[in-house]
């Protein structure tokens, strides 16, 4: 087994990693994860077929299952996205703009973020999306579309203040009218 060719996909694993979990060390370690799931399943993998597409799909198999586990382990004290929004408020400049980004794709149903970022940033076709996630074709299509349509609407959308304070008086001076 030539390992080398596994090499060359960690960067484009690791890039994919980062933006489905929003984390560094998650995604580490969902690589780690991946290419050691790889190497112990080497023999499902048929050479000569994708071996980007096949790690691509273990990947996102390894992903999905933490999604669900996390899902049942979390009966309780979860926090949903909008109650901290407030905290995701991006700065100016650059960085500001990636972090905006990486705000609102965290926000897309799991779907629609998987399928824009393998055809966004990994350039996958959509055989190739379809293959990963297990869908037809024309549900990557709809899934990309829709996650685009989202995508834009968030980021189109203006930022929440970040001052509680000032969301505090705009929802308590329509009540101060009413008395």
Request: hydrophobic residues 45%.
């Amino acid at each position: 087994m030539n390992r080398q060719p596994i090499v060359d996909q960690i960067p484009a694993l690791r890039r994919y990693a980062r933006a489905l979990t929003g984390d560094a060390w998650d995604a580490d370690d969902l690589v780690q994860d991946t290419l050691e799931r790889a190497c112990s399943k080497w023999r499902l993998w048929t050479a000569g077929s994708n071996l980007r597409a096949w790690l691509f799909s273990v990947m996102h198999n390894l992903f999905i299952n933490r999604v669900r586990r996390a899902a049942r382990q979390a009966a309780y004290g979860t926090v949903d996205i909008e109650d901290i929004a407030h905290q995701l408020v991006a700065t100016d400049g650059e960085f500001g703009i990636a972090m905006d980004l990486q705000r609102c794709l965290l926000r897309l149903p799991q779907d629609q973020r998987t399928v824009l970022l393998l055809v966004s940033m990994e350039d996958m076709s959509y055989a190739e999306v379809a293959k990963i996630t297990g869908v037809p074709v024309g549900t990557v299509m709809s899934r990309l579309s829709r996650g685009r349509t989202r995508l834009q609407e968030l980021m189109d959308a203006p930022a929440r203040h970040a001052n509680p304070q000032f969301q505090a008086n705009t929802v308590a001076s329509p009540l101060r009218r009413l008395k």
